[in-house]
């Protein structure tokens, strides 16, 4: 092999070996571009997140309104039923005076 021939497979080597260094900058480049705009998209989207917990958390609050309106309807149902009683007892009352001749207990 002549000095000719071994500095041009030098000279190719060395432009193959360059290609492929550039080449792989290239991906590294694109990679951390990539990533960079990952991380940006990432931090606008728990930006987002965070305004989307803060207009939910009174949804969260409906449970213990639901929780409230339950105790509040069973005491109005007791109510009613107690003061059903109640009215039927004092129509039994005034029904048996009414009975007797008007006289009382």
Same mark, same amino acid.
């Given at each position: 092999?002549?000095?000719?021939?071994?500095?041009?497979?030098?000279?190719?080597? &060395?432009?193959? $070996?360059?290609?492929?260094?550039? @080449?792989?900058?290239? &991906?590294l480049i694109a990679i951390l571009l990539a990533a960079k705009r990952i991380l940006r998209l990432a &931090?606008? @989207?728990?930006?987002?997140? %965070?305004?989307?917990?803060?207009?939910?958390?009174?949804?969260? *609050?409906?449970?213990?309104?639901?929780?409230?309106?339950?105790?509040?309807?069973? @005491?109005? %149902?007791?109510?009613?039923?107690? $003061?059903?009683?109640?009215? *039927?007892?004092? %129509?039994?009352?005034?029904?048996?005076?009414? @009975? $007797? *001749?008007?006289? *009382?207990?």
């Amino acid at each position: 092999m002549t000095d000719a021939e071994l500095l041009s497979i030098w000279i190719r080597s &060395l432009v193959v $070996g360059g290609v492929i260094v550039v @080449a792989a900058a290239a &991906l590294l480049i694109a990679i951390l571009l990539a990533a960079k705009r990952i991380l940006r998209l990432a &931090l606008a @989207a728990l930006g987002l997140v %965070e305004k989307i917990k803060a207009n939910t958390d009174s949804i969260w *609050g409906l449970r213990a309104t639901n929780e409230t309106a339950a105790q509040l309807l069973a @005491a109005a %149902e007791s109510i009613r039923d107690h $003061g059903a009683l109640v009215a *039927g007892a004092l %129509e039994d009352k005034d029904r048996s005076t009414a @009975a $007797g *001749g008007g006289q *009382g207990a």
